[in-house]
């Protein structure tokens, strides 16, 4: 079994920048992909970006690429979301999650949702215009 424990939410303006850390414990090797997602009040949750522990293999949402950078700490077993140039519409609930390796193609990727069988409590992102 794997947690996993958001931290560094919060409020800024638009154009700020705020960094997610993704913390994990457990059985943290039994997964080999390390995603964020994000989830906007009455609205399905969405990938964001994911990354694959054993490489510098990254995916992203076309609406946050060249804005977000995922990254990792493997040693701390932790997970970074650095966001910059932040905008209302990337107000959200933003959830850490880790699942298998999908075999062909980009390993770890911001889809499905359902592949990704861990998940945090999330942390509260608000973007103010």
């Known amino acids: 079994q794997v947690w996993l424990a958001e931290s560094g939410g919060g409020s800024v303006q638009a154009g700020g920048s705020l960094r997610l850390s993704c913390a994990a414990s457990?059985?943290?090797?039994?997964?080999?992909?390390m995603a964020w997602f994000r989830q906007r009040a009455g609205e399905e949750r969405e990938g964001v970006a994911a990354?694959?522990?054993?490489?510098?293999?990254?995916d992203y949402a076309a609406s946050v690429k060249g804005r977000f950078t995922i990254s990792q700490d493997s040693a701390k077993n932790t997970v970074f979301l650095q966001m910059d140039d932040l905008k209302p519409e990337d107000s959200a609930v933003y959830y850490c999650?880790?699942?298998?390796?999908?075999?062909?193609?980009?390993?770890?990727?911001?889809?499905?949702?359902?592949?990704?069988?861990?998940w945090g409590q999330g942390t509260e992102v608000t973007v103010s215009s």
């Open positions: 457990g059985n943290t090797a039994s997964f080999l992909c």
């Open positions: 990354v694959y522990s054993l490489g510098p293999l990254t």
């Open positions: 999650a880790t699942g298998p390796a999908l075999v062909g193609g980009l390993p770890c990727r911001v889809y499905p949702t359902s592949n990704y069988p861990a």
